[in-house]
């Protein structure tokens, strides 16, 4: 495990504007504590890419500071980048070359010996479940498997910070899961994890902490526990008997919307008592068959702060 008393990440009053005068960032702060796995979540266009190209030295800033484990991104660039991986979105390696050659080359770009890296790379392709494709050409592998193989050449260098943009973008539910096994395994083993994802259930199952971005903003980080027990509000999702009536009763703050004829959404103040909501239903003929929870709350939650950043959830 990884020891330190610096962030991770640490990333103070950050701007970037672009040359024809865009706005991307406007004095973001923020730090990921060593061994988290942090969610930088937010829609198109709200500063993610921007704001990690300038992690990875990938884009200038205008101001502010990063640094890596303590490490002044602008003191030293190369030490700082030494302590990173990034997997970005779009697949950029050599589909002509095999897997085990990807890994050992790209350990060469940051000089470690063949030998080493050869050791290495065995021991990434195996927790990557790709060993038995080391040797074969990587365009013939599968989408889930090109993400792992990027996720495994990241993880040559044992960088103390890795950085995922969209690393499941794409691949199905199944190959998804699959690769939340690998990166909680990494996580697992000392490594700080930064992740960007649209898969809300994505970062509620991963991550520990997250930070919304939005315009160029932080508009809310903390703890995912804390930031969901935020919400004052749960959701409920009731199957019911027959059809739903053309007008749905009205109950004191809770709000009802018919999804289908038979399928009716819940929106009540958490200290509500659901047998109140049951016997108006029932009072207005409505016949309950079944309930279960409203499906992840983060994107409640995300939703509303995207839509009303200056409101706290």
């Known amino acids: 495990m ?21 706005q991307a960032l406007k004095g973001v702060s923020f730090d990921v504590v060593p061994g988290d796995f942090h969610a930088l979540l937010g829609p198109n266009g709200a500063g993610k890419s921007t704001l990690i190209g300038i992690v990875s030295s990938l884009v200038n800033k205008t101001s502010g500071t990063v640094s890596v484990f303590g490490i002044d991104l602008d003191a030293d660039r190369s030490q700082a980048m030494r302590q990173i991986g990034l997997v970005p979105q779009e ?9 085990l050659d990807i890994c050992v080359n790209y350990a060469g770009f940051y000089g470690i010996p063949r030998h080493v890296a050869l050791a290495r790379a065995e021991q990434v392709l195996r927790e990557a479940q790709l060993w038995e494709k080391a040797e074969v050409m990587s365009r013939t592998l599968s989408g889930g498997m090109k993400r792992r193989l990027m996720i495994a050449r990241a993880m040559m260098t044992t960088p103390r910070l890795l950085i995922l943009d969209e690393p499941t973008a794409g691949v199905d ?7 939340w096994q690998t990166l909680k395994n990494i996580n697992a083993e000392g490594t700080s994890i930064i992740l960007t994802t649209h898969y809300l259930e994505e970062a509620e199952a991963l991550c520990r902490t997250l930070a919304i971005i939005n315009k160029g903003q932080i508009v809310a980080e903390g703890s995912m526990k804390s930031m969901l027990a935020r919400l004052d509000v749960e959701g409920f999702v009731l199957d019911v008997e027959g059809e739903l009536p053309s007008v749905l009763p009205q109950i004191a703050g809770v709000t009802l919307t018919a999804s289908d004829v038979q399928t009716l959404d819940v929106e009540m103040p958490r200290a509500m008592d659901l047998n109140g909501i049951f016997a108006a239903l029932d009072a207005a003929g409505i016949r309950v068959r079944s ?6 709350r983060l994107e409640e939650l995300f939703v509303r702060m995207v839509a009303n950043p200056e409101v706290q959830a």
């Open 91 to 99: 697949i950029n390696f050599n589909l002509f070359e095999k897997p």
């Open 2 to 22: 990884y020891a330190s008393l610096e962030p991770a990440l640490s990333v103070r009053n950050l701007v970037k504007t672009y040359d024809n005068g865009t």
């Open 173 to 179: 539910i199944e190959i998804r899961r699959g690769m």
């Open 291 to 296: 309930m279960r929870t409203k499906s992840n």
